[in-house]
């Protein structure tokens, strides 16, 4: 009940449990606009002071991307002693799945380098940004768009910025 009063207060609908992490869940949801985003929960434990600011660094992060192949964000509540962050659905799923689906049957190399190319495009723009992303694998790496032809890195969970 606590859950669902927490996304009706920001007008959002829970569709269905994503995944599940050490902090909180992923939740696909719809807002008053009948749009799909994703919405990561994450209770705040007061005893982990890191678990706080690791937060903070994600949402700061997060907040200053702007670029066609990394996931959007597009708001962050705080409710009681939890942070929900709401970012773009990648409708296609992630790499890990994709590769999956498609085993045994191996990937094209022209639809390797596509998506290599769209990866690098991505890290060469949060490079230059000095952010450093830390966790790139491939349920990492996001599949939008008809036929999940749009690659998108996401979850910025574990990614730092670099003192200039």
């Given at each position: 009940?606590?859950?669902?009063?927490?996304f009706?207060?920001?007008?959002?609908?829970?569709?269905?449990?994503?995944?599940?992490?050490?902090?909180?869940?992923?939740?696909?949801?719809?807002?008053?606009?009948?749009?799909?985003?994703?919405?990561?929960?994450?209770?705040?434990?007061?005893?982990?002071?890191?678990?706080?600011?690791?937060?903070?660094?994600?949402?700061?992060?997060?907040?200053?991307?702007?670029?066609?192949?990394?996931?959007?964000?597009?708001?962050?509540?705080y409710?009681?002693?939890?942070?929900?962050?709401?970012?773009?659905?990648?409708?296609?799923?992630?790499?890990?799945?994709?590769?999956?689906?498609r085993?045994?049957?191996?990937?094209?190399?022209?639809?390797?380098?596509?998506?290599?190319?769209?990866?690098?495009?991505?890290?060469?723009?949060?490079?230059?940004?000095?952010?450093?992303?830390?966790?790139?694998?491939?349920?990492?790496?996001?599949?939008?768009?008809?036929?999940?032809?749009?690659?998108?890195?996401?979850?910025?969970?574990?990614?730092?910025?670099?003192?200039?």
């Amino acid at each position: 009940m606590e859950l669902l009063k927490r996304f009706q207060n920001h007008n959002l609908k829970v569709l269905k449990t994503i995944g599940k992490g050490t902090y909180g869940n992923v939740y696909l949801c719809e807002n008053q606009e009948d749009t799909h985003t994703i919405v990561k929960d994450i209770e705040l434990n007061i005893k982990l002071q890191d678990h706080k600011q690791d937060i903070a660094n994600e949402i700061k992060i997060l907040s200053k991307l702007n670029h066609p192949n990394i996931i959007k964000f597009y708001n962050c509540y705080y409710i009681d002693n939890h942070v929900m962050i709401s970012m773009e659905y990648a409708t296609s799923g992630n790499l890990a799945e994709y590769m999956y689906r498609r085993c045994p049957k191996l990937i094209d190399q022209k639809e390797i380098l596509f998506f290599f190319c769209q990866v690098l495009l991505g890290v060469n723009y949060i490079h230059k940004l000095d952010i450093i992303h830390r966790d790139l694998k491939a349920e990492n790496i996001l599949l939008t768009g008809k036929n999940g032809v749009l690659v998108k890195i996401g979850d910025f969970g574990v990614s730092k910025m670099l003192a200039r």
